[in-house]
């Protein structure tokens, strides 16, 4: 049961991201423009108005970090589904899977209006890939020594 509810959060978070991906780049640019927005008026809450980056500046910026977010959540996803189906290598096959959905998903958004395929947003998107499944990899060995720990000081 794990191990389907664990490949069905992948299916659900790579139709998520194909969804974000058939937007227009007007409805993408709105959404981009908006989180600028909210940062732009954090960083000068934050700076008492010291502090600012150009619209373009930081909305580029953001549409690079979701890249990367979007895509550490894919690789973390996908590292856990592989290892509760007993792949071996689960951190370099998560990162390949999302490296191969990544290069599908800049193709798709070539035939989305007013959007292109960017090689750019592969390479970010497969580090997004690499830090969440290094994540994963990470917390499962904290888990793991924990318990390790626990058991010698019961001894």
Not at 48 to 62: E, H, Q, T, W, Y
């Amino acid at each position: 049961m794990k191990k389907a509810i664990a490949w069905g959060l992948c299916v659900l978070w790579m139709g998520l991201i194909f969804s974000m991906s058939a937007q227009t780049a007007a409805v993408s640019d709105i959404q981009s423009e908006q989180v600028a927005g909210l940062m732009q008026q954090i960083l000068s809450l934050l700076s008492f108005g010291r502090f600012s980056i150009p619209p373009d500046s930081l909305n580029l910026v953001i549409r690079k970090i979701a890249h990367f977010a979007e895509y550490a959540v894919l690789g973390l996803l996908l590292r856990r589904a592989l290892r509760l189906s007993g792949v071996k290598h689960a951190g370099l096959a998560a990162v390949a899977l999302s490296a191969f959905y990544a290069v599908t998903d800049e193709l798709h958004q070539g035939f989305v209006d007013g959007r292109s395929p960017r090689m750019l947003d592969v390479v970010i998107d497969t580090l997004g890939a690499s830090a969440g499944a290094w994540f994963h990899s990470f917390a499962e060995h904290a888990g793991r020594t924990r318990f390790l720990f626990r058991k010698t000081v019961q001894k």
